[in-house]
């Protein structure tokens, strides 16, 4: 078989009569046909490892190179090159550095697991070796695709203008990789790239002049607020938000949802005092209404006291008296009943009205302690933010004395919001409870979760590097596949998106977690239920 393959002869009875001859050391047959193929001219290239590339290429998805841009890229090279072996594979070769290079950051790609729906588990299997890249000339077309895609994730994407310019250096990277560098193409390439750097730089200022903007508004509220309210506390905690350095996309995320949070508790403390100072309203009418009632009543028995004196005036004897007397009596004791009914009605008015007032105190002090709050989230009961803040300083002083690596991973809940519009806000709770308990029971102990904000978790590795704690949280999303919780007896599937990164001595945990978190968006754009490193 393998004397008829290299010959390339088909298996034929005769071809297998010579080829066993040969193997043997016996004479060949006679009617055999020569087992050495014709002589033919050297192969300019080998098209067989070629084209099982080209196969897996168009198989094989990516994040700028769509199945269907693809294939117009190879039909190009094909109609360019179809006369010249040499050059078509040379072409091929430039096309192929360009689909292989586009590929997640990472460095694995991602292969589904048992299932395919949104609960599945995706895992990562080891990308296949690419060849090495030609060297000179033929190794500078594996650079335009990388630059191509990340000047295009950079462009904004609610501007016509960015979503113009990135199709067209989207089709300069085609033609670049089929046709080479040829003068034109340079130059319309130059153009673009000016367009972008110019378009790049006004959204930089822009957003420059955004995160003045915030901080002026958060020193405004702090200086126009009275001392030690609550809005005075909530404007401090929304400036050390924001910070007085470079503006984060952690710092403005978790700006936004303190003011969402505020937002929530002054529209509940001015729920409270409406109805507080409704009830006063309808206190003083019906204290109103009872005073007057008994005014009525007391006049009447006043016009009866000076008809009695009259009557006792002219009264003769005991008997007439006695007769009198008992009116008297019996009429005081219709006043002194109604007056007791008033009296308890109002009391239980005023009594009333304490609870909305002391109510209303308690939503004021609790939004005066939103600045100073403990370390333990009420909903989840792991730590909050303040919690984790205390603990990462006193890892980072351990390691100072005890050098050691520590992972800090950003995990957030997939489609949460989702979730909250199709099953409500208690299942997202019970959701994000049930996660926290999870994920706690299947860390270390030295270990730490906290939740960090809204459907965001911050886990700390101490004595872990990146890419064991990538392994780690990799393990927690496959024990997820399962359902997380019951909803209506119907079985609730959760997962989550991760962002893993290592800490370097001397930063912050800011820092430290905005790497998390560009490694986090990472893994939402390339699939979700996933992790990825920075």
Not at 92 to 107: M, N, P, T
Not at 527 to 532: D, L
């Amino acid at each position: 078989m393998r004397r008829l393959a290299a010959a390339r002869l088909e298996p034929t009875p005769e071809h297998y009569a010579r080829a066993y001859a040969e193997e043997a050391g016996l004479p060949p047959p006679a009617t055999a046909a020569p087992v050495t193929p014709p002589a033919e001219p050297a192969p300019t290239a080998d098209w067989a490892p070629l084209i099982e590339r080209i196969a897996r290429g168009l198989e094989r998805g990516g994040r700028q190179w769509t199945a269907a841009r693809k294939k117009d890229s190879l039909q190009r090279v094909l109609d360019g090159a179809r006369r010249d072996d040499q050059r078509l594979a040379q072409r091929l070769r430039q096309l192929l550095a360009g689909w292989e290079s586009d590929q997640d950051d990472s460095g694995i790609e991602v292969e589904a697991g048992p299932g395919t729906g949104e609960g599945a588990v995706l895992q990562p299997a080891v990308a296949a070796p690419q060849p090495a890249a030609s060297a000179g000339a033929d190794q500078w077309p594996r650079v335009v695709p990388p630059l191509q895609r990340t000047v295009a994730a950079a462009l904004p994407t609610d501007d016509p203008r960015a979503l113009a310019l990135a199709d067209e250096l989207a089709g300069l990277a085609d033609g670049l990789a089929a046709q080479g560098p040829t003068a034109d193409l340079l130059a319309a390439l130059d153009d673009a790239c000016e367009r972008a750097r110019r378009l790049l730089q006004h959204r930089h200022h822009l957003v420059e002049e955004l995160a003045t903007l915030c901080r002026e508004m958060a020193g405004g509220i702090v200086e126009l607020a009275e001392d030690d309210s609550w809005a005075q506390g909530q404007a401090q905690a929304l400036q050390l938000r924001l910070g007085d350095e470079r503006l984060s996309t952690r710092g403005v995320r978790s700006a936004v949802d303190l003011l969402a949070q505020t937002r929530a508790r002054q529209q509940q403390l001015k729920g409270e005092r409406d109805r507080a100072r409704e009830a006063l309203k309808a206190l003083l009418q019906r204290l109103l209404a009872e005073l007057g009632t008994l005014d009525r009543h007391t006049g009447r028995f006043s016009d009866s006291l000076g008809r009695y004196a009259e009557v006792i005036e002219r009264a003769d004897s005991l008997d007439s008296l006695a007769g009198t007397v008992r009116e008297m009596v019996e009429e005081s004791r219709a006043v002194q009943q109604r007056v007791g009914d008033t009296r308890s009605r109002l009391q239980a008015e005023h009594d009333r009205a304490a609870e909305l007032e002391q109510r209303v105190r308690d939503l004021e002090g609790e939004l005066r302690r939103l600045s100073d709050e403990v370390s333990t989230d009420t909903l989840t009961q792991i730590a909050n933010r303040r919690g984790l803040v205390q603990a990462f300083e006193q890892q980072r002083a351990q390691i100072e004395r005890e050098p050691a690596p520590l992972a800090i991973g950003l995990l957030d809940v997939d489609n949460f919001k989702k979730l909250n519009d199709s099953l409500g806000h208690a299942a997202g709770d019970t959701a994000l409870k049930a996660l926290a308990e999870q994920v706690k029971a299947s860390l270390r102990p030295q270990d730490l979760i906290a939740r960090y904000g809204g459907e965001e978790f911050v886990v700390l590795l101490p004595g872990t590097d990146v890419d064991e704690g990538r392994q780690i949280l990799t393990r927690l999303q496959r024990g997820l596949s399962g359902s997380l919780f019951l909803h209506d007896a119907q079985p609730v599937f959760v997962t989550f998106s991760a962002g893993i990164t290592q800490w370097r001595p001397g930063e912050s945990l800011e820092v430290a977690l905005e790497r998390s978190d560009e490694a986090l968006y990472e893994a939402k754009r390339t699939g979700k239920n996933r992790t990825c490193a920075a």
